[in-house]
């Protein structure tokens, strides 16, 4: 027997594996959606990934974001951060809402930065953390301990409440996702089962609601008429939608920002994308196979941004832009960023290091190949014509490119 299923009296510990076949056993169809495996696999309370010490995130570990590649993405969203609350006129408080902070290291950033640099803004803050997994919200805890923050569930914020911006980074293609399936010119869905040794198999079935059909409608996806090819598969992201019905019954008057990586919905179900998006990440390595390493693993899809452009719309958000992660960036700044590391006047070879290593920092988070072109969306509720009218300087042109 593996030690590491045993705890420290020699009991044997369930699995996430273990977990997920209790709940196919338990079954009357003995089978599950993908999303209820997904969700299994990433939240289950004791031993999914995103809910043990199993996350591993940074440089060395199964994947990493922009803040791990230092403070400067953060210390430019907080220069955004500051102009909306300016546009806004200056509000007291000024709700800055992370969903889903990881390791803390952004908002350590940002109200860093706050701090030395934008006194009065940092001062009539409010800043809120929603983290779904308590070992990251532990994290988090100890990471930002030093500075005014708290953490609440959606339940404990009251309805059009929040004055201010919610935002979150790499956080709805971690949604569990059903997965569906074009089969015999019909809609299907996939269903996760038991083999007969045990393994977990995928079973095709009836889709398991309506809203299925529903999501398609509304995005005017027309499976038959567009003649899919057999056995083309893709995802839904029916949580995303959920997630933001809840945000925007929440704002009052302010900013929603998304950032992550994904397409809008005619690229995402085009018809030479036929085996989706959905991808894994372990010890920094990716694959699609969501059946090994469970609990291990990361597993993600990306997001559709068509979709939260045109549900919002239904929410009462507004549309205010849509940009690239690079160019983003470069508005707020980063280019000059990168220009004065070219003056660097750095002579020993520790200082060259530095500086070449912070020049490839800056370049990975705006390379249009990677970070640079994740989707930044930008809706809003309830601010006043000449609010919207503001152009913000995340939104503009940059002067500089460094493509």
């Not at 043990?52 to 907080?78: M, R």
Request: aromatic share 12%; net charge negative; proline share 3%.
């Amino acid at each position: 027997m593996d030690d590491s299923n045993l705890d420290l009296r020699g009991a044997i510990r369930l699995t996430a594996r273990d977990a997920i076949a209790s709940q196919i056993t338990s079954h009357p169809q003995k089978r599950i959606t993908f999303a209820e495996f997904m969700n299994l696999a990433l939240y289950h309370p004791e031993q999914g990934y995103y809910s043990t010490n199993q996350v591993n995130i940074g440089s060395q570990g199964d994947f990493f974001t922009s803040p791990h590649l230092g403070a400067d993405f953060g210390e430019l969203l907080a220069r955004q951060f500051c102009q909306m609350w300016e546009i806004m006129g200056c509000p007291v408080p000024f709700n800055l809402v992370e969903m889903g902070a990881g390791q803390g290291i952004l908002a350590g950033d940002v109200l860093r930065y706050l701090h030395e640099h934008h006194f009065e803004f940092f001062s009539a803050l409010n800043y809120i953390i929603v983290e779904k997994s308590s070992a990251l919200r532990l994290e988090q805890q100890q990471r930002l301990s030093n500075f005014p923050l708290r953490w609440c569930e959606w339940e404990e914020i009251p309805a059009n409440s929040l004055v201010g911006c919610c935002f979150s980074n790499e956080l709805i293609d971690a949604f569990p996702v059903h997965q569906v399936i074009w089969k015999q010119g019909e809609l299907k869905e996939v269903y996760v089962g038991l083999g007969t040794q045990g393994e977990f198999v995928e079973i095709v079935g009836e889709v398991s609601t309506n809203r299925l059909f529903e999501y398609f409608d509304f995005l005017g996806i027309d499976f038959g008429k567009n003649a899919y090819p057999e056995g083309y598969r893709t995802e839904v992201n029916l949580l995303a939608l959920d997630w933001l019905s809840i945000i925007s019954e929440k704002i009052q008057r302010g900013y929603l920002l998304t950032i992550d990586y994904g397409y809008p919905a005619h690229r995402y179900y085009s018809l030479g994308r036929d085996r989706g998006t959905l991808q894994c990440y372990y010890r920094h390595s990716h694959h699609n196979d969501p059946y090994i390493n469970i609990g291990r693993q990361d597993i993600t899809a990306h997001v559709n941004f068509t979709s939260l452009e045109k549900w919002g719309e239904l929410c009462g958000l507004r549309w205010l832009g849509f940009t690239q992660q690079g160019l983003f960036l470069m508005a707020l700044g980063l280019g000059d960023r990168i220009s004065a590391i070219s003056d660097s006047n750095a002579e020993n070879y520790q200082d060259i290091q530095k500086v070449l290593q912070r020049r490839d920092a800056l370049h990975q988070m705006i390379s249009p190949m990677g970070l640079g072109g994740f989707g930044v969306l930008l809706q809003c509720r309830g601010l006043r014509e000449e609010e919207v009218a503001q152009p913000l300087q995340g939104f503009t042109i940059p002067k500089r490119q460094f493509f």
